[in-house]
């Protein structure tokens, strides 16, 4: 069981920076591997970063391969995803996702991968 809140999203121009922060509860986060998800008016809810249980690992939508970094925190029970370089496309909410594993080297990619979501925040990137 694990509780997610995300913060730091807000409204950027393109070509701009943010740094979202997902904050989970309790005293296992190093037991989860991580992600970042996002979603647009209309569209499906698609992948966007993940990370393993230590951070070794991680692996990017294609999208946002060299512009987008994923990084955790264990320590603080935080995941974070750093934006730079940011379109007006990156438009979207934002949501992490916790998914317990018994690997280490566990990292996931969909959806179903993931047990637990955070509410989400928005991120909006004008032109």
């Known amino acids: 069981q694990v509780q997610l809140v995300e913060s730091g999203g807000g409204l950027v121009q393109a070509g701009g920076s943010l740094r979202l922060s997902c904050a989970a509860s309790g005293r296992t986060f190093s037991n989860y591997a991580m992600g970042w998800f996002r979603q647009a008016p209309g569209k499906e809810r698609e992948f966007v970063a993940a990370?393993?249980?230590?951070?070794?690992?991680?692996d990017y939508a294609d999208s946002v391969k060299g512009r987008f970094t994923i990084s955790r925190d264990n320590a603080k029970n935080t995941v974070y995803l750093q934006m730079n370089s940011l379109k007006p496309e990156d438009t979207a909410v934002y949501y992490c996702?916790?998914?317990?594993?018994?690997?280490?080297?566990?990292?996931?990619?969909?959806?179903?991968?993931?047990?637990?979501w955070g509410q989400g925040t928005q991120v909006t990137v004008s032109s």
């Open positions: 990370i393993t249980r230590s951070g070794v690992s991680t």
């Open positions: 996702a916790a998914r317990q594993s018994y690997r280490q080297s566990y990292i996931g990619t969909t959806l179903n991968s993931y047990d637990y």
